[in-house]
């Protein structure tokens, strides 16, 4: 496997890790905070990312690099409030799109086909959860401090998910 392409193909995989516990962080804060529907929706979030992550690992291993695992720094953990956790997630999602879409540059640049194929997967996948993030947001600003509307938006969130993201790993 070309160099250039296992490295950022492995920052990705490190990304990906960071993510995922950037999310179960986020999952933590909403279940202790007694909101129930949005921590499952981060925890199920969390678990999306490793297999984002999982996948990369995998692909770099059966195309003749290694994949490496490496330490990864702690993510935040504590939120002033609800909007403040969605619109970190939105803007680590805008930099998670903006990493795959330079892979991809780089994979046109290197003639690497292979991988540039691989990662459209990962284009659309980033086009859905943007996506999500922004009719999130969206919402949470209607609520803005209307306690009923956040207890109904808790209550709800996993419906939103599951019209919007396709998890699907293979
Ligand atoms: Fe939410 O991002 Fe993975 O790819």
Known sequence: MNKK??????IQVDK?????R?????????EINGLSGISEFLYTHSEEERMHMLKLVKFINERGGVAKIS?????????NSVEELFSDLLNHEIMITNSINEI???????????????????????????????TIMDKIKMIGEDKGGLYLFDRDINKIQSQNISPQVN
């Open 16 to 20: 990906e890790a960071f993510s995922s």
């Open 5 to 10: 392409i296992e490295n950022i193909l492995n």
């Open 71 to 79: 330490a990864i720094e702690k993510p935040k953990s504590e939120f």
């Open 104 to 134: 991809v540059h780089t994979c046109l640049k290197e003639k690497d086909f292979t991988t540039h194929n691989f990662m459209q997967w990962f284009v659309s996948e980033q086009m859905e959860e943007e996506a999500l993030a922004r």
């Open 22 to 30: 950037l999310y179960l962080a986020m999952a933590v804060w909403a």
